[in-house]
């Protein structure tokens, strides 16, 4: 009967069934045959509830929104060519740096490439690049900025695993600055293979670019200062995230309207966050389920059987998660993969804090990874062409963003680093 129903819940979930359903009626169904109180689960929420890191979610989601309305995507593309715009492949260059730092500030790959992928392709195919290098650069360049500050998906893995949310940020700038160098470099390379036109560097234009974007460019770097000068937590740098851009975007630039368009885009902003509330709450319940089953400690056990050392745990380990990456949203797979994986990774010595930039990283290139990566099909709509030439565009970036794994993976240095300055 256990099992029927099991099948029964898989099924519904495969026709369209909301993942926090399926989440949680597995959640009940596991306590139920356990002879565990369904209290649990209402338990664990409340705990969610009384956290006071996870305000930062809600609040940096909202300045995300607000990021994402008006012509931030603009301000910011205009200064990185000025900036890059001069080198061999340099717009391949201005789109990777500019939809990484659009994703850091907003948090959502998808918006990003809806939002700079009718710019700067359009720019890209103009200056003889090709279609099909154009396309796969945004569509992978979209979830560049996830190890970035303020990461809404760093700041998750920190709720859920229980690491320093200071740490982690300091933890993902290198593997982020390597993922994103390596293709920078390809498209350079590219740039030079076709002999790409280039416009001299302009100063006046750097000086007009810089002026034009200068409140927006210093976001990231506020919320680092702030946090590691201690004048402020992560869920207060926040709340003062939120107020800087509702100054910029309502006082400054006069792209938003107080009265009519901040209340939309604050109901659509915590649309999201309720939606990720949600899960997180039957996540923490299925949670209680697998502990008091000893699920883990059997995965464990399965595991040292299958492989007997670190190397063959993270080579593993890579595979499954690229393979989560591609069937659910980042989100939820925190919530519902790290306090599987914590233990496991305990066992074979690997840090955390190193743990939660491989996560981040497999997750990342899950959205760009066929048959169902959630940024193909995305990209896909946005610029009006068959998922089969996708898969082809984002190729050669998905082998570079591979590569970097395999770096980010196996060299701990990297992402341990600075975290061990912080000490």
């Not at 392709?121 to 154009?134: C, G, T």
């Not at 009006?384 to 770096?407: E, G, H, K, N, V």
Request: with cysteine; proline share 6%; glycine share 8%.
């Amino acid at each position: 009967m256990i099992a029927i129903m099991v099948i029964f819940i898989i099924i519904l979930t495969l026709m369209g069934l909301p993942i926090f359903a399926g989440i949680l009626s597995a959640a009940m169904l596991g306590l139920y045959t356990s002879q565990v109180s369904l209290s649990a689960i209402p338990i664990e929420i409340f705990r969610l509830a009384s956290s006071p890191i996870l305000l930062a979610i809600p609040l940096f989601t909202f300045a995300g929104y607000l990021l994402g309305e008006g012509r931030t995507s603009e301000r910011l593309v205009r200064f990185s060519r000025s900036l890059f715009g001069w080198i061999p492949g340099g717009l391949g260059v201005v789109a990777l740096v500019s939809c990484s730092f659009f994703t850091a500030i907003t948090g959502a790959t998808g918006v990003t490439i809806i939002a700079l992928g009718g710019l700067l392709r359009p720019a890209l195919v103009s200056e003889k690049y090709h279609e099909n290098f154009s396309m796969g650069l945004i569509t992978t360049s979209g979830s560049l900025g996830l190890h970035f500050p303020p990461s809404l998906p760093i700041i998750l893995y920190g709720f859920v695993s229980g690491v320093s949310i200071e740490k982690l940020f300091l933890a993902g700038l290198l593997p982020g600055i390597l993922m994103l160098g390596i293709l920078c470099l390809f498209a350079v390379l590219m740039g030079k293979k076709w002999r790409l036109e280039r416009p001299p560097f302009s100063t006046s234009e750097f000086k007009s670019a810089f002026k034009d974007a200068i409140w927006e460019l210093p976001i990231p770097f506020l919320i680092i200062a702030g946090i590691y000068t201690g004048f402020c937590t992560a869920p207060e740098a926040a709340a003062l995230t939120v107020a800087y851009v509702l100054v910029i975007k309502t006082v400054i630039f006069k792209e938003l309207k107080i009265n009519t368009d901040i209340p939309r885009i604050m109901i659509e902003s915590m649309k999201m966050v309720g939606g990720i509330m949600i899960i997180l709450g039957a996540a923490l319940g299925f949670t209680n389920y697998l502990v008091d089953a000893f699920v883990p400690m059997r995965i464990l056990q399965v595991m040292e059987s299958l492989v007997g050392n670190k190397i063959g745990f993270l080579l593993i380990m890579n595979l499954f998660l690229i393979l989560v990456g591609c069937m659910m949203d980042i989100f939820s797979a925190i919530l519902v993969v790290v306090p599987l994986i914590l233990p496991l990774a305990d066992r074979f010595g690997i840090d955390p804090i190193h743990l939660g930039v491989i996560f981040i990283a497999n997750l990342g290139i899950g959205y760009n990874t066929p048959p169902v990566g959630l940024n193909l099909f995305i990209a896909s709509s946005r610029f009006d062409r068959p998922i089969m030439q996708l898969y082809r565009a984002t190729l050669p970036f998905l082998l570079l963003s591979l590569f970097s794994l395999i770096l980010i993976t196996y060299w701990p240095s990297l992402s341990l680093f600075l975290p061990g300055l912080l000490k």
